[in-house]
Structure formats: structure tokens, C-alpha cells
């Protein structure tokens, strides 16, 4: 491994600059030429590069987004995107590469390797939807801006006995709707996984905890709920009208995103980005970096692509238990 690469692909994700950091760094220390990619598979098409060293990585483990941009590339997913991408790695010596993103970025890297490019790809997605990761990178600080952000809402909220439903990130993954709507005290909390019906667990568990004389409310609704019951401002007018509750809804969006990354993702992406670059110079390709009960570990892409994993559906109960 003489020449290695590093990019970031897909949805950015607080601590990605500390991935980029540890990669860039461990390459150096070890003696290798290190390529910072812009943009993702579009930097990787056109050649869009420069050398990195270990001062193109200073001040940067506490700032959040990418310092080497990203982006979505459908045009890679064809033969001649692909054919470019490997030309532009013949040119530029490229030995390997790692790539920080999520699934689809790690189907990128699949085809890479298959076609003699070794790839390492490191899970960065807020949503934690990869499936051979109990964690992602950028999950703890999403799921803290996001409580930090209800907080505030709550506030208001109690001022004037309002209900307010927020939509939080996560179109397949209820990780973050359930893990910070257990931290700030969601009435309801809507999650991908588990079947729901609006009556029975938003407008009953409302009533119900007004007889216990609470008047205020957050519902706490994912993204990929609300996509499929047409809307959280509908949902919104739903309780108002069954409740008589005045109520708000609040989609949070990319604010979820952006942010100073939290401990846990700057100690993780470095611990990540090291391991990466280590098992690159074993010889590794075609393998996902993945932290599982705490311990960094890697899985052939192919299997990890093909892998499932479930929502902690005691925590679920839980929620449901402590709610009212
Ligand atoms: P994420 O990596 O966060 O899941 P995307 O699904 O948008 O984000 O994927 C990021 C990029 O990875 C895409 O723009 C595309 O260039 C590449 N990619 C996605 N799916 C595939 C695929 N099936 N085969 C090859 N490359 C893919």
C-alpha cells in the first residue's frame, strides 16, 4: 500500500471529519502518500484530489459536515461511471481506498473492490440504519441536537398546555424518534418499525394522561411515519380535533445533521478511520468497519449489505410504560 484514498459519500454526519482526520493520519504515520477526494463518487469520476497530510487535517475532530464535501453520484452507479472512477485510481496510483458513508455509498465500494480497487467503508449516517453497526457515526450528536432542539419546543409547549408533534430523521430507522423521545419525555413516539394505530396510541394515551391532569404533550413522529400517514401537520389537526389540545407540529430537518460532533462520534470516527487504514495495509478490500457491543470489528460488504438488524423493542416498551 503505497497510495491510499479516502472520501465521503451519501447523507454527511457529524464526525466524519474525525474519520477523515484518523484515516489521513494513520496513512502518514505509516509511511503512505494520502488522497483526499471531493465530493464523493463524483470527486472519485472526475479526479477531483489532492494530496493530504498531517496538517490538512488540523482543526477539524470538532467541526462538523465534511471537509471534503459530499455528494450523491447516480452517474457512478453505471458501467462508464464505474470504468472512470477505476481509470482516475490507475492514474493516481491509488492502492485502496476508504469510504464514509452508508449502504449506498458501501455498494460503491463493493463494485470498487470487485473490479481490484480495495475499498474499506466506514459507517457515517446519523439515521445508525446500517445493519452490522450497533452504531453509526453522527448518531449520538443527531440524537442530542434533537433533544436539545424538543427542550426548547417544550418549553413553549408548556407555556400555553400545547401538544406539539416534531418529525425527526429517520425514513427507515426509528433510532433516533425513540431514543430522544424516550429523553424528553414523548407522550407517543411513532417509529418505522412497530405497527401503530393514531387512535389507540396518540389520541387514547393523550386522554388518558389528561385525566391525570397533564396538559402538555410531545409526540414524537419518524420521518418514515410520517411519510406514510400523509404528513405530521396532518397528523397535527387529527389531535386537535380529537383532543381539543392546541396543537403545533415542528419538523425538524437538517438541523439534525450539523452540529459540533458529540464525544462519542469523534472517539468512534477516529477509532474507526485507524482501523480502516490498518486493515487496508493487511491487505483487506471489500470489507465494512463496524462496532459491535463496543468493539471496533469488519465484515465483508457483500454480507453486511445482506445483513438485518432490529429495533430494541424493550426500549420500546419502555417508552410506553413511562409515557403516561
Ligand atoms: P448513503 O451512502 O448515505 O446510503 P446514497 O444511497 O445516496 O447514500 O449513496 C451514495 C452514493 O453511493 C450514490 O450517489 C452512488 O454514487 C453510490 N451508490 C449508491 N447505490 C449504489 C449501487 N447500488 N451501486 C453502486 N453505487 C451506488
Known amino acids: ?3 491510499i484514498a479516502v472520501l465521503t459519500s451519501g447523507g454527511d454526519a457529524p464526525g466524519m471529519n474525525a474519520a477523515i482526520r484518523a484515516v489521513v493520519r494513520t496513512g502518514c504515520q505509516n509511511g503512505m502518500r494520502v488522497l483526499g477526494i471531493r465530493r464523493g463518487f463524483n470527486g472519485l469520476m472526475n479526479g477531483d484530489m489532492y494530496e493530504m497530510n498531517l496538517r490538512s487535517v488540523s482543526d477539524i475532530i470538532n467541526r462538523g459536515g465534511t471537509i471534503l464535501y459530499s455528494a450523491r453520484s447516480p452517474e457512478f452507479k453505471t458501467d462508464e461511471g464505474l470504468n472512470r472512477a477505476l481509470r482516475v485510481c490507475k492514474e493516481n496510483s491509488i492502492d485502496g481506498i476508504v469510504i464514509i458513508g452508508g449502504d449506498g455509498s458501501f455498494r460503491g465500494a463493493r463494485d470498487l473492490s470487485l473490479k481490484g ?11 445508525n440504519d446500517i445493519a452490522c453497526c450497533d452504531y453509526t457515526i453522527g448518531y449520538d450528536t443527531a440524537m442530542n441536537t434533537v433533544m436539545e432542539m424538543v427542550d426548547r419546543i417544550r418549553d413553549t409547549t408548556e407555556s400555553h ?3 406539539s408533534v416534531v418529525e425527526v430523521m429517520g425514513r427507515r430507522a426509528g433510532y433516533i424518534a425513540l431514543n430522544a423521545g424516550i429523553a424528553v419525555g414523548a407522550t407517543s413516539i411513532l417509529i418505522p418499525e412497530v405497527e401503530f394505530d393514531i387512535d389507540k396510541d396518540v389520541i387514547e394515551t393523550m ?3 389528561q385525566r391525570t391532569d397533564k396538559k402538555h404533550f410531545i409526540v414524537m413522529v419518524a420521518e418514515g411515519v410520517s411519510e406514510k400517514i400523509g404528513g405530521v401537520e396532518r397528523l397535527t389537526k387529527y389531535i386537535e380535533e380529537k383532543t ?6 415542528t419538523i425538524l430537518g437538517h438541523v439534525q445533521r450539523g ?25 483487506k478490500g471489500n470489507r465494512v468497519v463496524a462496532m459491535q457491543k463496543e468493539q471496533i470489528m469488519d465484515f465483508d460488504i457483500y454480507e453486511a449489505l445482506n445483513m438485518t438488524k432490529s429495533i430494541d423493542l424493550g426500549l420500546y416498551k419502555t417508552a410506553l410504560e413511562i409515557s403516561i
Open 244 to 249: 381539543g389540545v392546541e396543537s403545533r407540529a
Open 117 to 127: 480497487v480495495p475499498c474499506i467503508g466506514i459507517p457515517g449516517t446519523i439515521d
Open 161 to 163: 398546555d400545547r401538544c
Open 207 to 209: 386522554q388518558k394522561t
Open 1 to 3: 500500500m503505497k497510495t
Open 259 to 283: 452540529g459540533s460532533p458529540s464525544l462519542r462520534d469523534r472517539l468512534v470516527g477516529s477509532q474507526m478511520g485507524n482501523y480502516a487504514v490498518h486493515i487496508l495495509m493487511e491487505g
